[in-house]
């Protein structure tokens, strides 16, 4: 991390940016000031208040689509940033009383000074990943919404047969519309994907792993930032919520090691759903579960271990960049009698069934 002389602390609100600046000793050199959340105002502030660019280090809260101008504005004028966790500054703050967007730029900047060599310096996904992730989310709605016309058994209760035959006439019809609408957005989404190399590349790799399909495969692309967001999948693990973590203190406390609630809970949910399927459909995953259930470990931690297990595939997938040679052992998909059922041999059996006679 470079040495900066200037540390700006911006607190983002939907129409308004409150920023203040500290040097290193945490004295207020640029004074606290408000613009408007607009890209507009975000370069003219950097161009009057005529900073040094390469010693100025600006920290701001994930705010999500809220510090969207703010960062690209930033990125475009090559001024490093760093978006932070709004509760990884508020539990850093101590005690603290009182509140103001004022203060809290102030307590943002302060945050830098003190965590300067914590801090990892942000930067502006990808257009087509900041398009993919707006698709989704999306079609996380439309799906939402086809779940909520589609239950009426409450309704049931309460309303006539007349009634609810109506009304169940009506939501088929807008379920209908739902419906093409989503398959309409899943078409972007494919097309988005194959028409990026580097995202379409990465996307089929992560699909070879047993578990992981069309929903986990492009989920993992957005949180990832095509994989150049997480160095391993133990990080990545910890942001999805599998990774598991001690609960202990001095002699008297020995709780049980569990995983944190802590976490990306859609990127948890898909990994459970992809582990629940692996281990129908994968041999040696059924085998491993069976045999630690019969040990006598939890099923909930041996379920846990499957997630944690697809994570590490997948990242060794996309460091070798060749499906074929980083699994210990080959896949072959066998289907007969059309049954999809996913054969995995060792590769000590391939090279024998392989083996020419002699």
């Given at each position: 991390m470079k040495n900066y002389s200037l540390f700006i602390g911006i607190d983002i609100s939907k129409s308004t940016l409150d920023i203040i600046g500290l040097n290193p000793q945490s004295q207020i050199t640029l004074q606290h000031l408000v613009i408007a959340n607009t890209r507009l105002a975000v370069k003219q502030f950097l161009k009057k208040s005529a900073i040094d660019k390469s010693s100025t280090l600006v920290v701001f809260e994930n705010t999500g689509i809220y510090?969207?101008?703010?960062?690209?504005?930033?990125?475009?004028?090559?001024?490093?940033f760093a978006e932070v966790s709004a509760l990884e500054i508020h539990r850093s703050l101590g005690i603290n009383r009182g509140k103001s967007d004022k203060k809290?730029?102030?307590s943002i900047a302060k945050y830098a000074i003190s965590h300067l060599f914590e801090l990892e310096l942000s930067h502006l996904a990808d257009y087509d990943i900041n398009k993919l992730k707006l698709l989704y989310c999306q079609s996380e709605k439309i799906v939402k919404a086809i779940g909520q016309f589609k239950s009426i058994k409450e309704s049931e209760l309460f309303l006539s047969k007349d009634m609810t035959?109506?009304?169940a006439r009506s939501n088929d019809k807008l379920v209908r519309g739902l419906k093409k609408a989503l398959?309409?957005?899943e078409s972007l989404i494919s097309k988005l994907i194959?028409?990026?190399?580097d995202l379409d590349n990465n996307y089929n790799l992560a699909k070879t792993v047993p578990g992981i399909g069309v929903q986990l495969a492009t989920y993992l692309i957005i949180v990832t930032h095509n994989f150049t967001r997480f160095s391993n999948s133990r990080k990545l693990a910890c942001f999805g919520g599998v990774a598991p973590f001690p609960y202990q203190s001095g002699s008297s406390i020995?709780?049980?090691?569990?995983?944190?609630?802590?976490?990306?809970?859609?990127?948890?949910t898909l990994l459970n759903m992809g582990a629940l399927s692996v281990m129908k459909c994968d041999y040696q995953m059924r085998e491993y579960y069976d045999r630690k259930v019969a040990e006598g470990k939890n099923k909930m931690l041996v379920l846990n271990n499957l997630r944690n297990k697809m994570l590490s595939h997948v990242f060794a997938v996309k460091i070798d960049n060749n499906h074929t040679l980083t699994h210990t052992n080959l896949l072959f998909k066998i289907y007969q009698n059309s049954l999809s059922f996913i054969i995995e041999y060792d590769l000590a059996l391939v090279a024998e069934v392989t083996k020419t006679p002699k």
């Amino acid at each position: 991390m470079k040495n900066y002389s200037l540390f700006i602390g911006i607190d983002i609100s939907k129409s308004t940016l409150d920023i203040i600046g500290l040097n290193p000793q945490s004295q207020i050199t640029l004074q606290h000031l408000v613009i408007a959340n607009t890209r507009l105002a975000v370069k003219q502030f950097l161009k009057k208040s005529a900073i040094d660019k390469s010693s100025t280090l600006v920290v701001f809260e994930n705010t999500g689509i809220y510090g969207h101008n703010l960062s690209q504005v930033l990125s475009q004028a090559d001024v490093d940033f760093a978006e932070v966790s709004a509760l990884e500054i508020h539990r850093s703050l101590g005690i603290n009383r009182g509140k103001s967007d004022k203060k809290d730029a102030f307590s943002i900047a302060k945050y830098a000074i003190s965590h300067l060599f914590e801090l990892e310096l942000s930067h502006l996904a990808d257009y087509d990943i900041n398009k993919l992730k707006l698709l989704y989310c999306q079609s996380e709605k439309i799906v939402k919404a086809i779940g909520q016309f589609k239950s009426i058994k409450e309704s049931e209760l309460f309303l006539s047969k007349d009634m609810t035959r109506e009304l169940a006439r009506s939501n088929d019809k807008l379920v209908r519309g739902l419906k093409k609408a989503l398959k309409e957005v899943e078409s972007l989404i494919s097309k988005l994907i194959k028409s990026n190399l580097d995202l379409d590349n990465n996307y089929n790799l992560a699909k070879t792993v047993p578990g992981i399909g069309v929903q986990l495969a492009t989920y993992l692309i957005i949180v990832t930032h095509n994989f150049t967001r997480f160095s391993n999948s133990r990080k990545l693990a910890c942001f999805g919520g599998v990774a598991p973590f001690p609960y202990q203190s001095g002699s008297s406390i020995h709780g049980r090691t569990k995983v944190s609630h802590l976490a990306d809970k859609k990127l948890k949910t898909l990994l459970n759903m992809g582990a629940l399927s692996v281990m129908k459909c994968d041999y040696q995953m059924r085998e491993y579960y069976d045999r630690k259930v019969a040990e006598g470990k939890n099923k909930m931690l041996v379920l846990n271990n499957l997630r944690n297990k697809m994570l590490s595939h997948v990242f060794a997938v996309k460091i070798d960049n060749n499906h074929t040679l980083t699994h210990t052992n080959l896949l072959f998909k066998i289907y007969q009698n059309s049954l999809s059922f996913i054969i995995e041999y060792d590769l000590a059996l391939v090279a024998e069934v392989t083996k020419t006679p002699k």
